[in-house]
Every structure is written in structure tokens, then in C-alpha cells.
């Protein structure tokens, strides 16, 4: 990846599209694979296709509970009389060939019999003792689910670069396979920078807050599935700095910090990226989150958040959570979900840039809407808990009214 650093080119403020599209452009899924059991494949990606073993079904079922019959017992313009000659459930087949004139009491799933081609629903169905009595007009192959219907065996059931999700272990399972090989776990380091920054436990001196992004990038990271190296607290002093740089690039595929990327007197991250490495680029269009870092350093993936805690949250979810995925390999990324909805709030912003504003959607009319949840502050942590979406203004929008239509990032959408 070779990309000129900031000392090169103008320093405008990239375009959030422009910036996600340069990180992913540059991006190889990481090396290695290991077969896990089962079990132990949650949120794990998918190294190998798995190939079904066998058909699924197995065999042709009933896709309903009724009758299985023969096709050609059944009268096209009148009513038709059939005999029962006995059942079948799901794991108890009717062990004889249905003959003419005779039908099976049928359960949902339960294996079709030889002879019979054709389910007739038990709701239309009349019975009497031992007798059936079908209504007209019913069509051949009605309520069968066919044998490799849903697979055939040999073929692809689920492809490399799919990440297993409980569906996807389901679906494993019903082919017999205990056992995947799936790509190795991204390793990825991170710290917060800054001298104000306490840990949990320490009493806090003047001036002093406690370090909240190491704790929301930790359980970011541990929903991907990511393996974590949590380096704590690094000083805002260059050498500290340097020295934590280079332990994390020489142990992580990525690493991520917090703080000191924007341009105060204490802000050393860009500089040290780009004499250690390389900066694609730092300053973005958007807010919050202005301030962001991209680039590497060796064969290690750097993402310089912004300190504050919601521009931290915003900038990991906007830019960095697919390019994890990406060098996680998975394939294809999931599309990011966005959906129409009504304002309830109004605003003005400026042209230029993306704002991405925390709101909650209202569900209490026909048509849905979303108000702003809490002040907008990018250090308002307690917004981002109270909100349950993104509210997305692109660049061209210079304002919104009461009415109008947003567009919105639901949270669910981005884990």
C-alpha cells in the first residue's frame, strides 16, 4: 500500500467515501487457518467452502400435514374417494408402496411413500373411518419438498469468506460436519494516549478523567471476535510512544489507538506514524471524527482514532470495523443498512462534511421517525448509550426541518 504521506499532499479533509474506499483498496485478509469444532465457530470465517456431504432433505417430504396419494387416483371434475391404509411421521416412514385407490395419513417432514407423488393438505380433506374423500381440482406434486431441494450433495453449502453467524452453524450441522477450517484470529493491539487518562482503580488527579475508548474499542473488538493485545495507557511523551508503536506493530495485524492525533502541542501520533511508517491520511470530512489517522507501519495496520469518546465510536463503526472484517476475510462485506425515516428535530450544519448525529428512532405512528438522543457533544458519552442509531447528514445537506426525510444507520446494523 503506497500512498503519499500528509508532508506530500493537501491537507483538505478527505471525504468519508473517499477514505473508506482508500483503507479497504489497500487491504489482504491476513494468512493461516486452523480447523475448529463446531461449537467454537461463532463469529469465526469460513477458510474453506464447506461442501455438502449428502442431499438436503434427504429424501422427498411432506411439506404439510395430510394425505399422500397417488396423482393419478384423483378424479380432475369430482369428488375422490381413497382408503387409508396407514401413517407416516417424521422418522417413521410407511414402510410399504402405496397401491391404487389407497392414501397415508402424512405428517410435516415425514419421508413421502413410494408410489405416492402428491400431499393434499388435511384441511380440505373430509375423512370418515377408514376413508378420505378429496374435493376436485387438487394438481400432482402438491406439498412435496424434494430431495436436495435446498442442497444437493456436492455442491458449495456455505462459501469461504463467510462468517458463521448461528444460522450458518445450523446449516453445518444438518449436513453431519463437526468441524470447519476457518482463518486464524485477526490480532489486533490497541491503547488510549494522553496524560489526563486514569485506569479503573487509580484515584484521579486534577485535571484527570477515566479512560473510557480502551473499554469501548475492547468490546467492539471482542463482538468481531478479534484477538486482543489491550496495551492500557501510553504518555503523551515521544519515546513511550515509539516504544509502544513498535511492540504492537511487531505483535498485531492491526493496531488502533486513541487520542493525540490531532494537531496540539501534545498530539505526536500522526508524526510518529508517518516517520515509523507511513500516513495515508489524517483529517477527514466528517464530525465528529475529524481527526483520523490511517496508515501502517511495517506489515501492521494503524488507525489513529480521534480522543474523544463518541468521535471514537463513530470513526471505529464508520471506517475501521470493515476493514477488520476485510482482513478477517470476509467476503462479501455486508452491505451497511441504511434506512429512510421521518426527522423530528431540526438543524442547520454546514456544507462540506458528513455529520453523523445520534439519535432514536419513534416507533408510535405509521410512519417511523427518529429525534436526536441527548446533546450532540463528541465527548457526550452517555448519548451514544441512550441512542439506538446513526442519523447520517451527507455533505450537501445544509439542513434539516421537522418532516423531512434522513437517512439513518440503525446500531443493530453495525456489529
Not at 455442491?155 to 453431519?176: D, F, Q, Y
Not at 469518546?309 to 452491505?335: E, I, K, N, R
Request: charged content about 20%; some cysteine.
Amino acid at each position: 500500500m503506497n500512498h503519499p504521506s500528509p508532508s506530500s499532499t493537501a491537507q483538505d479533509p478527505l471525504k468519508a467515501a473517499d477514505a473508506r474506499r482508500l483503507i479497504l483498496d489497500g487491504l489482504s485478509p491476513v494468512t493461516g487457518s486452523e480447523r475448529v469444532e463446531l461449537h467454537a465457530a461463532l463469529g469465526r470465517v469460513l477458510a474453506q467452502d464447506v461442501i455438502a456431504p449428502l442431499d438436503v432433505p434427504m429424501h422427498d417430504n411432506s411439506a404439510m400435514d395430510g394425505y399422500a396419494v397417488r396423482a393419478e387416483d384423483l378424479r380432475a371434475g369430482s369428488e375422490t374417494m381413497l382408503a387409508v391404509v396407514g401413517s407416516a411421521l417424521a422418522g417413521h416412514p410407511f414402510a410399504a408402496c402405496l397401491g391404487a385407490g389407497e392414501a397415508v395419513r402424512i405428517m410435516t417432514g415425514a419421508v413421502i411413500p413410494d408410489g405416492a407423488d402428491t400431499v393434499v393438505m388435511q384441511e380440505i380433506v373430509r375423512r370418515e373411518d377408514d376413508r378420505i374423500f378429496i374435493p376436485a381440482g387438487q394438481q400432482k406434486g402438491r406439498n412435496l419438498r424434494r430431495a436436495g431441494e435446498d442442497l444437493a450433495a456436492g455442491s458449495v453449502a456455505l462459501a469461504a469468506g463467510r462468517r458463521c453467524g448461528p444460522a450458518e452453524l445450523g446449516l453445518i450441522a444438518s449436513l453431519g460436519i463437526g468441524e470447519v477450517v476457518v482463518r486464524r484470529r485477526l490480532r489486533v493491539a490497541f491503547f488510549s494516549t494522553g496524560d489526563e487518562l486514569a485506569s479503573i482503580g487509580q484515584p484521579l488527579a486534577p485535571g484527570a478523567i477515566y479512560d473510557s475508548n480502551r473499554h469501548t474499542l475492547s468490546g467492539a473488538l471482542a463482538r468481531l471476535g478479534c484477538e486482543l493485545l489491550d496495551m492500557g495507557i501510553v504518555p503523551d511523551r515521544p519515546a513511550a510512544l515509539e516504544a509502544a508503536f513498535a511492540e504492537a506493530a511487531g505483535t498485531a495485524d492491526v493496531v488502533i489507538t486513541s487520542g493525540g492525533v490531532s494537531v496540539g502541542d501534545a498530539d505526536f501520533i500522526r508524526e510518529l506514524m508517518a516517520r515509523m511508517g507511513e500516513v495515508s491520511f489524517w483529517k477527514l470530512a466528517i464530525k465528529p471524527g475529524r481527526p483520523m489517522a490511517f496508515g501502517r507501519i511495517g506489515d501492521a495496520v494503524l488507525f489513529g482514532l480521534p480522543g474523544n469518546p463518541v468521535a471514537t465510536m463513530v470513526s471505529f463503526y464508520q471506517f475501521v470495523q470493515d476493514a477488520l472484517l476485510s482482513l478477517m476475510g470476509v467476503t462479501p462485506l455486508p452491505p451497511a443498512e441504511r434506512f429512510a425515516v421521518r426527522a423530528d428535530f431540526a438543524l442547520r450544519k454546514p456544507a462540506g462534511r458528513v455529520e453523523y448525529l445520534r439519535g432514536r428512532l419513534l416507533r408510535d405512528g405509521t410512519e417511523p421517525g427518529v429525534t436526536l438522543a441527548g446533546a450532540q457533544g463528541s465527548g457526550v458519552l452517555r448519548s451514544m448509550s441512550e441512542a439506538d442509531c446513526l442519523i447520517v447528514l451527507p455533505e450537501d445537506c445544509t439542513s434539516v426541518q421537522a418532516g423531512d426525510t434522513v437517512f439513518i444507520q440503525p446500531f443493530h446494523g453495525l456489529v
